[in-house]
């Protein structure tokens, strides 16, 4: 089984950046296609980005596409994404999701928090 962490959220002002990291343990990141979530209080789970196991598929939203990326070292067992442009609407708490295959994830992260302020 595969533990996933976060970490790199934050306050930032609109219009700045921030990097998130999603580090796997137990199992190497390369067994994994892996995604990113946002949920906001009072709003269902969103959908962020995700990439393929060799990073050569990615998909996103078109609420966040131009503005954040993803991307992943396998060596490292990392996925990041890179977030710029923020905007208050992307306020929300960030998780990090592993599975076997695309839109079906097996493993979440507890989530880092992402506040951006007008």
């Known amino acids: 089984q595969v533990q996933l962490v976060e970490s790199g959220g934050g306050l930032v002002q609109a219009g700045g950046s921030l990097r998130l990291s999603c580090t796997t343990s137990?199992?190497?990141?390369?067994?994994?296609?892996m995604g990113w979530f946002r949920q906001a209080p009072g709003k269902e789970r969103e959908f962020v980005a995700a990439?393929?196991?060799?990073?050569?598929?990615?998909n996103y939203p078109d609420s966040v596409k131009g503005r954040f990326t993803i991307s992943r070292d396998n060596a490292k067992n990392t996925v990041y994404l890179q977030m710029n442009s923020l905007k208050p609407e992307d306020t929300a708490v960030y998780y990090c999701?592993?599975?076997?295959?695309?839109?079906?994830?097996?493993?979440w992260g507890q989530g880092t928090q992402v506040t951006v302020s007008s």
């Open positions: 137990g199992r190497a990141a390369s067994n994994y296609v």
């Open positions: 999701a592993a599975g076997f295959r695309v839109l079906s994830y097996n493993y």
């Open positions: 990439i393929s196991r060799s990073g050569d598929s990615i």
